[in-house]
């Protein structure tokens, strides 16, 4: 017997990324249903070989449905992810809403599956950050080695992770530059085509962005609370996959040449990493790849037990959809659920 799986902001990017990455995974859904807003119904998107027609989120009636994957934005999910999980199926949500209830975990898979048991209290799990999951894929293995005491991190975040509204920007902006028209900005604060931008969210009244924030303190949720974490998030001109310049200060000695053969055991990391050959990875080649790609490993002689490293991974996969699917399949596989009743 099969799942009933629900997917909110189905014709989203990531919503229709969740829908290739189950099919891809093989996901044990027995009926898989698109939802979406009203002005969206009767959309269709495509699930494999199949087509899916969208449906209203406020007319579908939850209670035989065992999985939500919810990527609608956080004043939906605030909205609807409790009446979701009090019809007993579970939420798996996208958006910044959940991450920082005591009562919801915020899970990547590959570093604190045994958190996700607490999913029970309100059915609701949250799926961190973009930047963040990446983050700390590549930090866990590390840390539970040589104990991380500090870590500076730079974002250079690709423009889906504004959504479809940022890519169309992007190369509308970049159209314009060759024909010669305006450059308008209305997505971003400031040009983004042959530019960076170091603001991404709201600024804060300590400086820092919202989205340097979450970075830190999702990165303590999931991982330690004790390491101290800096972040400087900047936008940048490429349409998908994140990039980060992570410094990473240890409390024991490790070599660039340890991390890189405890990194290459790692779940969910693959590193490449041949200077002189020149293999290292980049925004472009980490596309459409399930992995945390790592490179450039190489010791800070600045700091006493000090690494650098250069982290890359797909935002809309791991930073959002495939994340999100592999929650689900850690409640399927732990047996923490089981199927409400044989889908139709």
């Known amino acids: 017997m099969g799942y009933k799986v629900a997917i909110v902001g189905a014709t989203g990017n990531v919503g229709r990324e969740i829908l290739s990455i189950l099919d891809e995974r093989g996901f044990p859904a027995d009926e898989v ?23 209203p989120l406020d007319q579908y009636d ?9 990527s609608a934005g956080g004043a939906i999910s605030k909205e609807w992810a409790p009446k979701i999980g009090a019809q007993g199926c579970v939420v798996i949500d996208n958006s910044s809403a959940w991450r ?6 915020l899970i990547v898979p590959e570093v604190n599956a045994d958190a996700i048991v607490g999913f029970s209290k309100l059915n609701i799990i949250a799926n961190p950050n973009c930047s963040t999951a990446q983050l700390v894929v590549a930090l866990k293995p590390l840390h539970d080695i040589a104990t991380i005491k500090r870590v500076v991190v730079s ?12 890519m169309d920007e992007l190369f509308t902006q970049t159209r314009a530059v060759f024909v010669n028209d305006p450059v308008e900005s209305t997505k971003f604060t400031k040009r983004i085509a042959f530019n960076l931008i170091p603001h991404i969210d709201v600024f804060m009244e300590d400086g820092y962005t919202k989205e340097e924030w979450k970075v830190m303190a999702e990165t303590k949720k999931i991982l330690d609370p004790k390491i101290k974490l800096t972040c400087t998030a ?14 990473i200060e240890f409390e024991k000695p490790i070599t660039a040449d340890e991390a890189r053969d ?8 693959l590193v490449i990493d041949n200077p002189e050959e020149e293999q290292y990875i980049t925004p472009y080649e980490a596309t459409g790849e399930d992995a945390t ?11 006493e037990n000090g690494l650098n490293m250069w982290v890359v991974s797909d935002n809309l996969r791991k930073g959002a959809a495939l994340n999100a699917v592999q929650i689900a399949e850690v409640l399927v596989n732990r047996k923490l659920i089981t199927p409400k009743k044989k889908a139709a």
């Open 234 to 247: 900047v936008r940048v001109p490429v349409f998908v996959s994140h990039s980060e310049s992570v410094n």
């Open 100 to 105: 920082y209830d005591a009562q919801v975990p």
């Open 62 to 70: 939850f209670s035989d449905t065992d999985i939500c994957l919810m």
């Open 262 to 269: 405890i990194l290459r055991e790692a779940p969910g990391c």
């Open 33 to 55: 249903v698109a939802l979406a807003s009203r002005r969206s119904q009767g959309t269709e998107v495509s699930f494999g070989d199949r087509i899916l027609k969208v449906k």
């Open 155 to 166: 974002t250079y975040q690709s423009v889906s992770g504004a959504g479809k509204e940022g």
């Open 293 to 303: 790609y790592i490179s450039r490993i190489r010791e800070d002689a600045t700091v």
